[in-house]
């Protein structure tokens, strides 16, 4: 737990949030600022900054096997959708609390950077 962490303090339950998936090590939640119709994170519940913090890579199997799961459940599984995980200031992360963005309901661009 990072204490200055704003997903620290959502996983500790300090800030309370809907989770729309949790498990014992992964939660998710709706992004406060959606992109898309469907646009949800799904994070570990330890502190782990971005991808170059990660230490046991099995953390991506619990991650996207919820993915897979809560895009079932949003109903975007068979239209598609798209799973984005910003690294650091030019990869765009401004949370430093790893997380995949789930985003769907709508046709994307097909430029992943765009
Ligand atoms: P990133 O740029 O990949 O670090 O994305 C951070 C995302 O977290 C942004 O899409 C924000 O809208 C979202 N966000 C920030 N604070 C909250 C919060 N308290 N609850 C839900 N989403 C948040
Ligand atoms: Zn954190």
């Known amino acids: 737990m990072d204490k200055n962490c704003i997903f620290c303090k959502i996983a500790s339950k300090e800030i309370s949030k809907e989770f ?43 991650l996207f096997t919820a993915a897979k799961e809560i895009a079932e459940k949003e109903g975007v599984s068979e239209k598609g959708y798209r799973v984005v995980i910003n690294t650091g200031k030019d990869g765009g992360q401004l949370v430093d609390h790893l997380h995949i963005h789930l985003i769907g309901g709508k046709k994307l661009g097909s430029k992943v950077s765009g």
């Open 20 to 62: 729309l998936y949790e498990s014992d090590l992964v939660m998710a939640f709706h992004d406060i600022n959606p992109e898309a119709p469907v646009h949800i994170l799904i994070l570990p519940k330890v502190h782990i900054s971005n991808i170059n913090e990660v230490q046991d890579m099995g953390i991506f199997g619990d």
